[in-house]
C-alpha cells in the first residue's frame, strides 16, 4: 500500500459494486479510508471488490440496499457507520440513466431516476447528518449533462443531474459553518457499464464535441473524490468537478 493521506476516514460509498463506484471504494481503500459501499444487484460484483480490497490489506464492507427504497437508504447508512465506527465521507454515486424523447418518456422510468439519483441522495445524505462532523465530506457525483446536454432524450437524466448540482450547493451553505465540505463531481463519457467505449456512434459522436476526443477512465474519477475526501481540500466547498475532457468547453 502507499501514501495513506485518508488513514482513520470512514467513507461511505452508494452504488459501489461496479463502475465509478466500485474504481472509488479502491481508491479511497488503497488511500487509507475504511470503506462502506451499497449496490442494490451485483452481488457477485461485489464480492469480487471486497475480496480485492481486502486482500491487498483494506478495510471494506458490503451493504445491499436499494437507493430507490428511503428505508433501507437510511438503513444502510446506520450500518455503515456501525461497522465502520462512524462516518466521516459520503460519496453519492449511485444513479441510473434513461434515454428517451419526452412524448414517450415511460411513466417508471421517471420515477426510478428520481427515487434514486435524487431520493437516493437526499435519504443517504439526511441519515448520515447524524455522523457527520466538523471536517467532513460530502460528495455528490452528478454529471456534466447537468450543463450540457449534447443530443436528444437525455431530459430527464440532465434534470436530475441538474438537481445533484443545486443541492451540492444549497448544502454547502447549509453546511460550511459545521466545518462540513459538500462538492459535486460531474464527469464527462466514462467507460463503464453505463456509458461503454464501446465503438458505436453514441460514444463517437460524443468524443467528436471534446477537446480530448477521447472517454475517461473510472479511476479520473475517483482520483478527484480521493482528493475531495482528503485532508488538502478544506478549503473547496459548493463548487462543480468536471472531469469530462473538456466537455464544455
Ligand atoms: P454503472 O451503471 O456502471 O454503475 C452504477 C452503480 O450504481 C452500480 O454499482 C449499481 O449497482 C449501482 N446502483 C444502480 N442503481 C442502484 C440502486 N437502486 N441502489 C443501489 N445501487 C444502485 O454507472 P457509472 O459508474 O457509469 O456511474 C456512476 C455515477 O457516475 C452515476 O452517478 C452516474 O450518473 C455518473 N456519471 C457517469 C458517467 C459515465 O459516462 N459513466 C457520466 C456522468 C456521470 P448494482 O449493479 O448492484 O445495481
Not at 134 to 160: C, K, Q
Request: no cysteine; aromatic share 6%.
Amino acid at each position: 500500500m502507499g501514501a495513506t493521506p485518508l488513514s482513520g476516514r470512514r467513507a461511505l460509498v452508494t452504488g459501489g459494486s461496479r463502475g465509478i463506484g466500485a474504481e472509488t471504494v479502491r481508491r479511497l481503500a488503497s488511500d487509507g479510508a475504511a470503506v462502506a459501499f451499497t449496490y442494490a444487484a451485483s452481488a457477485t460484483e461485489a464480492e469480487k471488490l471486497v475480496a480485492d480490497v481486502t486482500a491487498n490489506g483494506g478495510k471494506v464492507v458490503a451493504i445491499q440496499a436499494d437507493a430507490a427504497d428511503p428505508t433501507q437508504m437510511s438503513a444502510a447508512v446506520e450500518r455503515a457507520a456501525a461497522e465502520l465506527g462512524g462516518l466521516d465521507v459520503l460519496v453519492n454515486n449511485a444513479a441510473v440513466a434513461h434515454m428517451a424523447p419526452i412524448d414517450e418518456f415511460p411513466a417508471d422510468q421517471f420515477d426510478r431516476l428520481v427515487a434514486i439519483n435524487i431520493g437516493g441522495m437526499f435519504w443517504a445524505t439526511r441519515t448520515a447528518m447524524k455522523h457527520l462532523g466538523e471536517g467532513a465530506r460530502i460528495i455528490n457525483i452528478g454529471s456534466i449533462n447537468a450543463d450540457r446536454i449534447p443530443g436528444a432524450g437525455l431530459s430527464v437524466y440532465g434534470m436530475t443531474k441538474g438537481a445533484v448540482s443545486s443541492f451540492t450547493r444549497g448544502l454547502a451553505r447549509e453546511l460550511g459553518p459545521r466545518g462540513i465540505t459538500v462538492n459535486n463531481v460531474q464527469p464527462g463519457p466514462i467507460d463503464t457499464d453505463a456509458n461503454p467505449d464501446n465503438g458505436g456512434e453514441f460514444p463517437e459522436s460524443l468524443k467528436k464535441v471534446m477537446p480530448l476526443g477521447r472517454y475517461g477512465q473510472v479511476g479520473d474519477v475517483a482520483a478527484i473524490v480521493s482528493f475531495l475526501a482528503g485532508p488538502e481540500s478544506g478549503f473547496v466547498t459548493g463548487a462543480n468537478w468536471n472531469v469530462d475532457g473538456g466537455f464544455t468547453v
